[in-house]
């Protein structure tokens, strides 16, 4: 079965800055992984996925991902926080198509900018 | 047009009282979910039907009873409600099981007093 593990429970950045946010997952096979955004008081959002090929995928609001499967990561990152980014954020991993696949989420990490 | 709706947004019921959450989506996918998000903010999977048929069912007590009456409506029905069941409870879709793709409701929150 697959895991997810996001290490920062909460980080603060100071606007402009750039970000980093670190995934680490475990599946025996090639992954589908997945960036999530959830803002207050709202339901989670696709920023990005990586299924096959090019391993640094982009997403929506400027947000970018690399797939390193030596380190079994696939960390999240944006050059430049704007105060809008500032939301809960989930790494999550799936197994792929089939009739029992779960996406299986990570604790999550909450982003705080600092004006 | 809200993609997938929830109704309620909001409960607040006493224990052992019985309540509903019903979700729809208008997106035309197959498969639907429900996710529970406790107060730590972790979330994890209950149920997942695709095309009105149950796929996934993740060791959630008896208490909860999902109904999928056709494949653009996922209710979840809930019996004998305990306080250990208030959390935040999402709706989702995929056009396939397993594709990772989730369109999320807003959530339900739920309080039990």
């Known amino acids: 079965a697959q895991s997810v593990t996001q290490p920062d429970i909460h980080i603060t950045v100071s606007e402009g800055a750039s970000l980093e946010l670190r995934c680490n997952y475990s599946y025996g096979a090639t992954p589908y992984l997945f960036w999530y955004v959830q803002s207050p008081g709202q339901g989670l959002q696709l920023l990005l996925k990586?299924?096959?090929?090019?391993?640094l995928v982009q997403g929506i609001k400027g947000f970018e991902a690399e797939f390193k499967r030596s380190q079994s990561s696939f960390n999240l990152r944006k050059p430049s926080v704007h105060w809008s980014d500032a939301a809960e954020y989930f790494c999550?991993?799936?197994?792929?198509?089939?009739?029992?696949?779960?996406?299986?989420f990570g604790s999550g990490t909450r982003l705080s900018i600092r004006p | 047009d809200t993609a997938v709706s929830q109704t309620p947004k909001y409960l607040v019921t006493q224990m052992g009282n019985d309540k509903s959450i019903k979700c729809e989506q208008n997106?035309?996918?197959?498969?639907m979910y429900w996710y529970k998000q406790d107060s730590k903010k972790f979330l994890k999977i209950m149920f997942s039907?695709?095309?009105?048929?149950?796929?996934i069912n993740e060791t959630v007590p008896n208490r909860f009873s999902p109904k999928s009456p056709d494949k653009a409506h996922l209710n979840l029905h809930i019996n004998s409600l305990e306080l250990g069941d208030s959390a935040v409870y999402f709706c989702a879709s995929s056009q396939a099981q397993g594709s990772g793709e989730l369109f999320f409701g807003e959530g339900s929150r739920l309080t039990v007093l």
């Open positions: 999550a991993v799936g197994a792929g198509y089939s009739s029992a696949s779960k996406i299986i």
């Open positions: 039907y695709n095309n009105k048929e149950l796929i």
């Open positions: 997106l035309g996918h197959d498969t």
């Open positions: 990586y299924f096959s090929g090019d391993t």
